[in-house]
């Protein structure tokens, strides 16, 4: 009640009005700012001069830009300009801390200080200590300055790159872009295998077989030993009846293909139907060597031993076919067939 009183600056009378035992409280004193103001100059008064007469000073890093240019293209040279001074513009800001130099006494040109006294001739202005400085610093930001170039790809990456594009795009049933990036690849890249293997399959495909087999010639013009593009090639060929064209294709590839079982016995295959049964015995029998178990290089051979007359021989190589155990039921019937005939 007292408080509610002296708040609402009750009157005298009112406060007359009150018990002999009840007394309002006195104001509460007021705070004298002299001490406060007096303490508060001399504060600032301290901090002025230990920042004015400290030998060193609080450091702010500046923001220090290094550059980054697109692509490392040497500057021109241009006489009495260092390097530095034409760099390209930063790109990228890296905040660096520069350490502040302590005060130098500066030095006139009679070699004297501001007072007269004489100072040794090895005192360096702070004019000249700034730009030696500056010009330090410059230097070692430059030696330790990231490369972020872009990586340009070489054609041969470039290809890569459209290649799996390619694929991606085949993945996604779109076929026309997956094309036009194949050949993007192979115009960058004339001898990337894969690529060209894939636009010979995706023609194939869409039934496109001459424009696939011209692909397929044009990488064996660049890759002659490349076995698969010239059994692709030859099976296309025998596809149109042409065994002879077949067989010369075969040959351009054969000196690398020794050790291929799979493409020696194709070759026996060729050179069967051109009437030729002897070379289609000796490579069947190459193939043979390379792999013993393949029933069907044992009935590719039984067919051209029995062509050529020579039916005991025949029957055991159709028994050995149907023993293999890898033929289609079709075919394995058939050689059990023919290994009981007479």
């Known amino acids: 009640m007292l408080r509610d009183l002296d708040s609402r600056r009750a009157a005298e009378s009112e406060r007359q009005s009150l018990p002999d035992d009840v007394r309002p409280l006195p104001p509460p004193p007021r705070a004298n700012p002299v001490p406060l103001i007096v303490g508060g100059i001399g504060t600032v008064v301290v ?8 030998p060193w000073k ?3 890093p500046p923001s220090v830009s290094i550059p980054f240019p697109a692509v490392a293209v040497s500057p021109p040279a241009i006489s009495g300009v260092p390097p530095q001074a034409i760099a390209p513009p930063a790109t990228v800001t890296k905040t660096i801390p520069v350490p502040q130099q302590a005060p130098v006494v500066r030095v006139d040109q009679t070699g ?6 004489a ?3 090895s005192t360096t202005s702070p004019v000249a200590d700034k730009g030696k400085t500056r010009g330090e610093s410059g230097n070692s930001m430059a030696a330790g300055r990231m490369d972020k170039s872009p990586v340009l790809l070489s054609p041969t990456g470039q290809a890569e790159s459209e290649y799996r594009r390619a694929q991606g795009l085949l993945a996604q049933g779109n076929a026309s872009e997956a094309e036009l990036a194949l050949n993007q690849a192979l115009r960058l890249a004339p001898e990337h295998a894969a690529a060209r293997q894939a636009l ?6 869409l039934q496109r077989k001459d424009e696939a087999q011209s692909v397929l010639e044009a990488g064996l013009s660049i890759l002659p030993g490349h076995s698969v593009w010239a059994m692709n090639i030859a099976r296309l060929q025998m596809e149109k009846g042409d065994a002879a064209g077949a067989w010369e294709t075969l040959q351009r590839s054969l000196g690398s293909a020794q050790n291929n079982g799979e493409y020696r016995a194709f070759c026996g295959t060729v050179l069967q139907r051109l009437g ?23 009935l590719g051979l039984a067919l051209v031993l029995e062509s050529a007359g020579h039916p005991a021989e025949a029957r055991e190589a159709y028994a050995r076919a149907k023993g293999a155990g890898n033929l289609p039921a079709d075919l394995a019937a058939f050689a059990e067939q023919k290994s009981r005939q007479p």
Not at 47 to 53: A, S
Not at 112 to 117: L, N, Q, R, T
């Open 112 to 117: 004297k200080d501001g007072k007269g006294g």
């Open 276 to 298: 030729r049964p002897k070379d289609a015995i000796e490579h069947f029998h190459a193939a043979l060597r390379i792999n013993p178990g393949e029933g069907r290089w044992w």
């Open 119 to 121: 100072v040794p001739s």
């Open 200 to 205: 010979f399959a995706l023609l194939v495909d």
């Open 58 to 60: 609080p450091s702010i």
């Open 47 to 54: 901090l002025g001069g230990v920042v004015l007469w400290a």
